[in-house]
Nanobody, 114 residues
Framework: QVQLVESGGGLVQPGGSLRLSCAAS????????MAWYRQAPGKQRESVAS???????NYVRSVRGRFTISRDNVKNTVYLQMDSLKPEDTAVYYC????????WGQGTQVTVSS
């Protein structure tokens, strides 16, 4: 089992920045890929970014150049630096990790509004 605790969401104006964090505990040695997903009201949950153990990253096209995913394998934490935020980035953001199974965090609300 892996437990995930997210933090860093909140309200920000368009053009602003936020950094999300997701700390993993438990059977962390099984973790390979760490990722962020989001779900906006009335929409399906979508993958935003992912990072492998070796540091290979992938981003959904809508956030490329604005969001940066990173991980600290000592702290077992994955981060999502979000810059130049837009109202359409408003969603609940979820951390997800893949290992022997896959696990979800509880979600953190990000609201981009003036």
């Amino acid at each position: 089992q892996v437990q995930l605790v997210e933090s860093g969401g909140g309200l920000v104006q368009p053009g602003g920045s936020l950094r999300l964090s997701c700390a993993a505990s438990g059977n962390i040695f099984s973790i390979n890929v760490m990722a962020w997903y989001r779900q906006a009201p009335g929409k399906q949950r979508e993958s935003v970014a992912s990072i492998s153990n070796s540091g290979v990253t992938n981003y959904v096209r809508s956030v490329r150049g604005r969001f940066t995913i990173s991980r600290d394998n000592v702290k077992n934490t994955v981060y999502l630096q979000m810059d130049s935020l837009k109202p359409e980035d408003t969603a609940v953001y979820y951390c997800r990790v893949f290992g022997q199974g896959n696990y979800w965090g509880q979600g953190t609300q990000v609201t981009v509004s003036s």
